[in-house]
T-cell receptor
Framework: AQKVTQAQTEISVVEKEDVTLDCVYE???????LFWYKQPPSGELVFLIR??????QNEISGRYSWNFQKSTSSFNFTITASQVVDSAVYFC????????????FGTGTSLTVIP | ETGVTQTPRHLVMGMTNKKSLKCEQH?????MYWYKQSAKKPLELMFV???????ENNSVPSRFSPECPNSSHLFLHLHTLQPEDSALYLC???????????????FGEGSWLTVV
């Protein structure tokens, strides 16, 4: 079973629109971490945020914000006033206590921001 | 500027060639990883090293051979590859293995491999 699900394969928005990327995870652990990464066309996965399972406060960083809801096992990512430079593939990931060797990645959401 | 450096960034090799991908991390981490990313497919974990010891090998064909001489360097030796091995190979590192406070995986820029 997929531990991290990103149901949106591709999204296109027009510049300055807001966009939300969905991430749903599955775990039996009470202690776990969630992550978001950005992969521009150059290839590198750039770390954006880490959130632990005990901190459900939403976080905002500039135009980026994250909504963590344990009740729905979701960790959604919103980009406000999108820009062309936001075009990339975005990955959500999970690390658990009892499977310490692995970071589980979703299949990614490809975001295209149209000028 | 990334703390994980991969070379070469692009590699084209024939099926009978032998080549190596190199990864170096400048973050003082103890764990290093190789991932494969093929077009339209999820990230695939290939190998995991912790303190220079291999701790995970996810059924990767023997034509891929990793080497970790120290905690800062990781190699992926390639020989007699197939065209379907063409992909982006990503190196990554983390402070340690496991779900510890502050443990985050950081990636290099990747090596684009084309097998002809």
């Amino acid at each position: 079973a997929q531990k991290v699900t990103q149901a949106q394969t591709e999204i296109s928005v027009v510049e300055k629109e807001d966009v939300t990327l969905d991430c749903v995870y599955e775990t039996r652990d009470t202690t776990y971490y969630l992550f978001w990464y950005k992969q521009p066309p150059s290839g590198e996965l750039v770390f954006l945020i880490r959130r632990n399972s005990f901190d459900e406060q939403n976080e905002i960083s500039g135009r980026y914000s994250w909504n963590f809801q344990k009740s729905t096992s979701s960790f959604n990512f919103t980009i406000t006033a999108s820009q062309v430079v936001d075009s990339a593939v975005y990955f959500c990931a999970l690390s658990e206590t009892n499977t310490g060797n692995q970071f589980y990645f979703g299949t990614g959401t490809s975001l295209t921001v149209i000028p | 500027e990334t703390g994980v450096t991969q070379t070469p960034r692009h590699l084209v090799m024939g099926m009978t060639n032998k080549k190596s991908l190199k990864c170096e991390q400048h973050l003082g981490h103890n764990a290093m990883y190789w991932y494969k990313q093929s077009a339209k497919k999820p990230l695939e974990l290939m190998f995991v090293y912790s303190l220079e010891e291999r701790v995970e090998n996810n059924s990767v064909p023997s034509r891929f051979s990793p080497e970790c001489p120290n905690s800062s360097h990781l190699f992926l030796h390639l020989h007699t590859l197939q065209p379907e091995d063409s992909a982006l190979y990503l190196c990554a590192s983390s402070l340690s293995l496991g779900n510890v406070v502050g443990n985050t995986i950081y990636f290099g820029e990747g090596s684009w491999l084309t097998v002809v």
